[in-house]
């Protein structure tokens, strides 16, 4: 048991340090201008120059892509009879900014669509990208880089990091500008990414009490309207830039997030236990199978036989029933269920007991 406490010491720094105050955070922190997200950008292309890991055969699309790129340059050549292993046919993904310019550059991420092993050492054939609108913003183009290796030979391979999935830095030239802007724009919303009620009210109230006027008004626990005056300088830009730095102090619901896959345990700032008596323990049984041989005596007609023994062995283990005062803060719920000597994975199981009892005064959150 006290091998466990070192352990335990350093998951409830871990624990402590999210909710040792209650900081400020800036609105453009905690909230996005409706309407003005970064736009998703896809287009198919081809990767040419691996060296042997490319799209097989078996690989439809990539044959009939190259042999559609080749009639480009006057070369007419049967997809049926294309093999090549150096291709590989990809999907390029990026996203743009709203106010991006002509003549920008933009990174593409580029991820394999066939069955090929590695884009080592390829390059991205010119790629037109087009948005949910079906318009085509910019074309893609360059060396992909992998951030890793994969080497096989003779059924023995080595990979570090995923070698199907790449990027081209600055791959993507912006041809066609977006048509988001700012300048007539009379009114715009703040949108909270994490919905709150009084999170909301804040916004507004900090808004209209720092500019001295009533301006901002919350719609709901995540929509936060905001009028822009006529005489205001530089209109919704102006507004947008003195808004978006003001402080909030932000407020969460009292929450613990379990994921027992991993056996991870997060406790908010706002979590409360109420006092409650906790007994824990663990049962273990150990059987274990031991051979015996038996060997006959000298010139006698027997037989060696083997034969096993069996051992069980019973352990539990507990630490008696210990009362957990009233907690103030989550520092004092992290010392209390450190005080019991339980592993996280213990934890887990004494958090959806305290929830069951009702002595858990918070929402327990199970990924």
């Known amino acids: 048991m006290k091998a466990k406490r070192p352990y335990l010491a350093a998951l409830a720094v871990l624990l402590l340090l999210p909710g040792m105050s209650h900081g400020q955070s ?24 691996l060296e042997g890991t490319g799209d097989s055969q078996r690989s439809l699309f990539t044959n009939q892509a190259l042999s559609n790129m080749l009639e480009r340059f006057g070369i007419s050549v049967n997809s049926d009879k294309v093999r090549p292993r150096n291709v590989a046919g990809v ?9 991006a310019k002509m003549g920008q550059r933009v990174d593409v991420n580029v991820s394999s669509l066939g ?7 390829g390059t991205l054939l010119l790629t037109p990208l087009a948005g949910a ?3 085509v913003y910019g074309v893609a183009q360059g060396p992909i880089s992998i951030g890793g290796y994969s080497v096989e030979s003779e059924g023995v391979s080595v990979r570090q990091n995923a070698a199907a999935v790449g990027k081209v830095p600055g791959g993507l030239l912006i041809e066609r500008e977006p048509a988001a802007t700012l300048t007539e724009l009379e009114t715009f919303r703040w949108t909270l990414r994490n919905p709150d009620f009084t999170t909301s ?12 006027m009533n301006v901002a008004t919350p719609l709901d626990p995540v929509s936060i309207d905001v009028i822009v005056p ?3 300088p530089n ?14 102090n932000v407020d969460v619901p009292a929450r613990v997030v379990i994921n027992e896959r991993t056996g991870t345990v997060v406790i908010g700032q706002s979590v409360r236990l109420s006092s409650v008596a906790i007994s824990h323990g663990a049962l273990s049984i150990s059987i274990t199978n031991t051979p015996v041989v038996s060997q006959p005596g000298a010139f006698s007609q027997g037989q060696t036989s083997v034969q096993r023994a069996t051992s069980v062995q019973v352990q539990e283990q507990g630490t008696g029933v210990r009362v957990i005062q009233e907690s103030a803060n989550v ?5 209390a269920l450190n005080s019991l000597g339980v592993t996280p994975r213990d934890i887990i199981a004494i958090f959806q007991a305290l929830k069951t009892a009702g002595a858990l005064q918070a929402d327990l959150v199970i990924i």
């Open 230 to 232: 006529p005489e205001y």
């Open 133 to 135: 609108d079906e318009h």
């Open 91 to 99: 999907m390029v993904t990026a996203m743009m900014n709203p106010f």
């Open 26 to 49: 800036r609105i453009k922190d905690l909230a996005e201008v409706e309407g003005l997200g970064t736009i998703p950008l896809v287009g198919y292309g081809l990767v040419v120059g």
């Open 115 to 121: 069955d090929s092993r590695s884009l080592q050492g």
């Open 331 to 335: 520092g004092d719920v992290a010392g």
């Open 235 to 248: 209109g919704a830009m102006g507004m947008i830039v003195d808004t978006e730095t003001l402080l909030i």
């Open 201 to 212: 009210r804040q916004v507004a109230d900090v808004i209209n009490n720092t500019l001295g």
